[in-house]
């Protein structure tokens, strides 16, 4: 009795902190869409005022800013490129490590882990030559081969995770029936490692959305993304915090449906790929 007495203490002391951390996170969104919606004079008033009458006016100006809009396009159709990218040459790659017995594999694995962990400054200037010499500057091809520092290497280290934790004995049997590697990459092995595969694809789209240092020395006119953009709001005749507000809502919308959207697949593939 009294050890079930400790455990609802621990289980609702568990529940306060959680519910603290939670609104600890939400807060800056909900004082950035707050902002949003409050008219320039009062946008940062002191005292802050909770009373006000809300316009949607700079919604409506961000959203009528062609130059905004075109950012934003490019920054939905780079991070899909870059996605598709990654979960193609991840999976495979991740199975390839998976499942290779060589020293070399071994090798190649740690090598990947150790680019993600680099600092992205180191690349760029070699990054900057090389795509000016091949003329893929200011495109998206340029611009999402680019983001392949970034979430290449997670997808391959994850997936090669989730390809170790499927018995071999499974895909064994398979090739006794007939089926050859490629077969049983596609029909088993793929259906098994979805989870995963979700998990890097949320994983990826968030990195290349966000991502704003490549962006802004790969980028140009025709490519510029929108976390780029956001700064052309910062100018020397002031800070319009309204309408910069209201891209911070526009910025974060995407990055909040996709992870509202597949949490249940997140969640199942950090713990699948935790146990083995």
């Known amino acids: 009795m009294e050890m079930r007495k400790k455990n609802k203490l621990q289980n609702r002391a568990l529940n306060v902190v959680t519910a603290f951390i939670v609104v600890a996170s ?4 909900f004082w950035l869409f707050l902002t949003s919606i409050k008219p320039q004079v009062i946008a940062f008033a002191l005292p802050p005022k909770w009373i006000f009458t809300p316009t949607f006016q700079n919604f409506v100006n961000v959203f009528t800013d062609a130059s905004f809009m075109k950012s934003y396009s490019n920054s939905l159709i780079v991070s899909l490129m870059t996605t598709a990218i990654s979960l193609y040459f991840g999976v495979l790659s991740g199975y390839s490590l998976a499942r290779s017995k060589s020293m070399a594999s071994k090798v190649m694995g740690l ?3 150790l680019v993600r962990m680099a600092s992205p400054v180191m ?14 500057l200011d495109t998206y091809l340029g611009l999402s081969l680019t983001y392949l520092l970034i979430t290449l ?3 391959t280290w994850m997936m090669s995770s989730f390809f170790k934790g499927i018995p071999e004995e499974i895909e064994e049997a398979a090739l006794l029936d007939g089926c050859g590697r490629v077969k049983v990459l596609v029909r088993i092995n793929l259906p098994l490692v979805l989870p995963g595969i979700a998990t890097c694809a949320i994983f990826t789209f968030i990195s290349a959305w966000n991502e704003f240092l490549y962006a802004l020395i790969i980028s140009g006119r025709g490519t510029r993304t929108a976390p780029v953009m956001v700064q052309g709001f910062i100018s020397f005749e002031g800070i319009n915090w309204g309408e910069l507000s209201a891209v911070g809502v526009f910025v974060t919308l995407p990055v ?3 992870s509202f959207i597949f ?3 997140l969640v199942k593939g950090l713990t699948g790929g935790a146990v083995k």
């Open 26 to 29: 939400l807060l800056p969104l």
């Open 111 to 113: 090598w990947i882990i």
């Open 123 to 136: 690349f760029i200037l070699p990054l900057y030559m090389m795509l000016r010499e091949t003329n893929l």
């Open 153 to 155: 290497p997670f997808v």
């Open 256 to 258: 909040l449906i996709v």
């Open 263 to 265: 949490q249940k697949g």
